[in-house]
């Protein structure tokens, strides 16, 4: 190899990494841009912005969880019924008359104690694969969630159990009008993955669960407690399936039976989308929000354009496909072989 | 130097069953510092299952292990990294998606703590690492680059970095070369002399004479799960040893 054909290899091998880790961002501007275009009146305008927002607050949440799953080489295919059941616990309490920060916390222990029996049922019982035991609790969670509430909606909750999914900043102050006001679940949103990209990047935990994504067997041989840290990991992505429950009956008002039916099939396919890898080890936080964003934007403007739902399934499948096949290219020539 | 032939770890009538299979019986093993133990032995004969009962991945049924003259008991390879007994395994054990840095301090990283959570100090890692791998004369282009990228003597490298980053006294290695092409595997038998020089006692599991013969100063084989024959190498012949391996004396 001469030495410019070296040049031309190692700058292309110095934008791998950026490409990595910043390729899924270019195609969410690209997205913005050309919905931008196609909608110049509405899209960008602060109502739809803050829309989006809101449509994908609690999607958000339960993508996160899986995500941090999906980073160990796991599934959890019961954060959707987490949810519901958390949720509907959230809507027994309420109308029990409990003061409203009881309530306020119920789906999170919730979420946290479902999460706890994934990861405990997969490790202890040893189950070949977490695909077995997730998909027995979401029919167990969702089986409870309806058994407990007779399978019948719950309305009707107080303003400070529905501030995080319905409450508005107002803006006022800065100026704005009053309909420019900031939905308490984006900040939300922000504030959950600030916290839980600190988790994943800088903590020795979040390392951990890369390396066992990485090579589970490197882990062990290395004096990592595995099944302590997967109990962790399933634990967090319950406990994030439960803030999405508080979040949901503050938009929602209710608990509902349906509540978040085949949003766990969402929550993969954001991560799937966001670059995080199936094999596990492989994913950024930044990407799932990404993906989770390039749904949201999806779902949004083929609804402005009045496109049918059912094309809205076909475009998402399709990214689905070719976000992992840009994927498969990449490390086609990323990696040594 | 008077360490030079203090006996660093000794196992007696180790003994393992999985089920009703007997893997080893009253199996008897010593190392001592800056000395390299060969351990040779046809597959099943029980080499990496004696391996990894000396790291503490599995509890022996019967017999015990002895390290600087005190029986230990091992419950988990942290025990044994705890007194410095190290294991290369012939897998690796490196998590292709992390960092060589990353990969050498896995489990025992440097941190900052903040209450209940345990940040990672990078730039200590990237500082130990660097001078670690110069230590070593292991040639990267950075501490920085994922271990999938490199090639397999570069892995192998950074798997014996790992094995050594905390004062190892004993390192045991799998296979060493089995997966390397061949001009790699003159830099990992030099890499085991060096090692062998700074008072750690060696033990290679091995197929391959050329690599017993290039670094080994004792040879021991099993068959069948039991201790078959020994002697200084020195004293015998690689015929010699090829025979012990198919059960003949």
């Known amino acids: ?337 | 130097m008077s360490s030079a032939n203090q006996l660093l770890l000794e196992a007696k009538n180790v003994t393992k069953y999985f089920g009703t299979i007997t893997a080893l019986e009253n199996v008897n093993l010593k190392i001592h510092a800056g000395e390299c133990l060969g351990v040779v032995g046809d597959n099943g004969a029980g080499k990496t299952t004696l391996m990894k009962v000396l790291s503490g991945l599995y509890k022996p049924s019967a017999g015990s292990l002895h390290f600087e003259g005190k029986e230990k008991v091992l419950e988990s390879p942290r025990d044994s990294q705890n007194l410095g007994l190290e294991m290369v395994y012939q897998d690796l054990a490196l998590a292709g998606n992390l960092p060589i840095g990353e990969n050498i301090f896995l489990g025992r990283e440097p941190t900052t703590n903040l209450g209940l959570l345990k940040f990672l100090d990078y730039k200590k890692i990237k500082e130990l690492t660097e001078a670690h791998l110069g230590k070593l004369r292991i040639n990267v282009k950075s501490a920085d680059q994922k271990v999938e990228e490199l090639s397999g003597g570069q892995r192998q490298a950074v798997a014996i970095a790992r094995s050594t980053a905390f004062n190892a006294k004993v390192v045991i290695m799998d296979e060493p070369t089995a997966a390397l092409a061949i001009k790699e595997v003159g830099k990992v038998l030099d890499l085991i002399n060096g090692l062998k020089k700074t008072g750690v006692g060696v033990i290679v599991i091995s197929h391959r004479m050329d690599d017993i013969f290039a670094v080994c100063d004792r040879v021991m084989a099993l068959f069948q799960g039991t201790n078959f024959a020994e002697s200084e190498l020195s004293n015998t012949s690689r015929d010699e040893v090829i025979g012990w391996i198919m059960g003949k004396k």
């Open chain 1, 1 to 337: 190899m001469d030495s410019k054909d070296q040049d031309k290899d190692s700058l292309y091998l110095k934008l791998i990494p950026y490409f990595e880790k910043y390729g899924i961002l270019l195609l969410l501007v690209i997205m913005i841009v050309v919905m931008h275009f196609l909608q110049p009146d509405v899209f960008l305008s602060w109502r739809n912005v803050t829309n989006v927002f809101k449509q994908i607050s609690w999607q958000s949440m339960l993508a996160l969880g899986v995500f941090m799953v999906i980073v160990t080489a796991g599934i959890d295919l019961s954060v959707g019924s987490i949810m519901m059941l958390s949720l509907m616990i959230l809507a027994i309490v309420a109308k029990a008359g409990a003061p409203w920060y009881i309530v306020v916390i119920t789906p999170l222990i919730a979420g946290f104690l479902c999460g706890l029996f994934n990861g405990l049922g997969i490790t202890l019982l040893r189950m070949p694969h977490p695909f077995i035991m997730t998909l027995g609790t979401l029919y167990i969670f969702r089986g409870t969630g309806n058994l407990i509430s007779g399978g019948t909606p719950i309305s009707g909750f107080t303003d400070e159990v529905r501030y995080l999914g319905h409450g508005r900043i107002d803006l006022t102050w800065l100026g704005l009008e009053k309909s420019q006001y900031l939905p308490v679940s984006l900040v939300l949103i922000a504030i959950v993955y600030i916290i839980f990209w600190i988790f994943m990047n800088k903590t020795r935990t979040g390392k951990w669960i890369y390396a066992i994504g990485g090579n589970p067997n490197a882990a062990r041989a290395s004096g990592i407690n595995v099944n302590k840290i997967l109990v962790i990991v399933y634990s967090l992505c319950g406990f994030l399936s439960g803030i999405g429950a508080l979040i949901l009956a503050g938009r929602t008002d209710s608990g509902y039976p349906n509540a978040g039916l085949q949003s766990e099939l969402d929550a993969i396919a954001a991560c799937i989308i966001g670059g995080a890898s199936f094999f596990g080890g492989r994913g950024t936080v930044l990407g799932v929000f990404a993906g989770v964003m390039i749904m949201g934007i999806l779902r949004n403007g083929l609804n402005l354009m009045d496109v049918s739902s059912f094309w809205q399934q076909v475009l998402i499948g399709s990214i689905i496909v070719l976000a992992v096949y840009v994927d498969v290219l990449r490390r086609d020539f990323g990696t040594r072989k």
